[in-house]
């Protein structure tokens, strides 16, 4: 069954759209799942609401400390090719309109629209923290996943650092780590990751979603350009790096097109892996997006949203282990099979494979970091 009405009812004519911001991905700030009520824009007879809004200067962007008490998160899904992982952030200012992790923030009482991309937590010490979590008796080493939830690159890790100081620890314990990301700033950290990259410790994958600057404009306002991340898989590639790349989400009638033209110019310059993950919609995202759709591609709004529903049994979004990232259905099947084709003609591996080959019998606690009680 359906979780949305089949024949969506007519627009009441006085609420009013949520209207797009400059540089900003969700076009609203709906509450959280757990927070009261909705209050949309309602036409006041005047025309002055829509123009407001329209005047309203840009959304500045804050960041809080997030007092977490540990950094590595871990997990049990089948679906996923690692079972810890870091997020140096809680929220991305890259405003990507479809990030999963979107939801998370209403845990804090935030919106998961634009309080997401505005309202960002850092964790400062996390380093120090994670330190002491490789340190105690009782870890045993596999690759950590960096970035999984946030990007761990996103433009506030320009002035705190707090991605490369994770990287120093990691470096120093000898811990392998996989990183994703769509941002070019990873090149800064070039540095360490080459030095891992010797010892097997360390691979990338930077994120693709489109090769079209005018739709990454708006579906990731404030992530790198297209062309910029091709540059970082380069870069990366040439400094020895195992460099992937993934196109994601892929989204019916908008960019699956593209699925071939992402991988094919990832491989062109470097790329050795691939993935994708069909658009998921989770929760609060199912609104965000249709929002998004409504306000930047409305005449294939409902089109989009009817293959989607195509991929998910009726459904904007199913949360089945096995089947969440890839979708069921003849649409999906074919998005599955256009990608195994072009995985073969470029010779590519699928992603998250070469986390296996990464080393963990190199780790060792340096004897500056072991715990006082080994001195007695």
Known sequence: MRNEPDAPQGPDPTILAPQARKGRGAVSNRPGRYEPGERPL????????????????????????????????????????????????????HGCVYCFARPTHAYLGLSPGLDFETRLFAKHDAAAILARELAKPSYRPAPIGLGTNTDPYQPIERELGITRQILEVLERFNHPVTIVTKSALILRDLDILSRMAQRGLVEATVSVTT?????????????????????????????????????????????????????????????????????????????????????????????????????REGNLYQAKFGTRMRGTGPYAELLRQRYRVAMRKLGLAKRGGGAIGLRSDLFAVPKGERPQFELF
């Open 42 to 93: 309602e036409d006041d007879g005047w025309g002055s609401v829509q123009a407001d809004e329209a005047e309203a200067p840009p959304l500045r962007t804050t960041v809080q400390p997030d007092k977490s008490k540990t950094v590595i998160a871990w997990n049990e899904s089948p679906d996923l090719g690692f079972d810890r992982s870091i997020n140096p952030y809680r929220g991305c200012e």
């Open 211 to 311: 090769l079209d600057p005018d739709l990454a404009r708006k579906l990731e306002p404030r992530a790198p350009t297209p062309p910029r991340r091709l540059a970082a898989i380069e870069a990366l590639a040439a400094a020895g790096i195992s460099t992937g790349v993934l196109a994601a989400p892929m989204i019916p009638a908008l960019n699956d097109p593209e699925l071939e033209a992402i991988l094919a110019a990832a491989t062109a310059r470097g790329a050795t892996r691939a993935g994708y993950v069909l658009l998921r919609l989770p929760l609060e995202i199912k609104d965000l997006f249709r929002e998004w759709l409504e306000a930047h591609v409305p005449d294939r709004a409902e089109h989009v949203l009817s293959l989607v529903r195509d991929t």
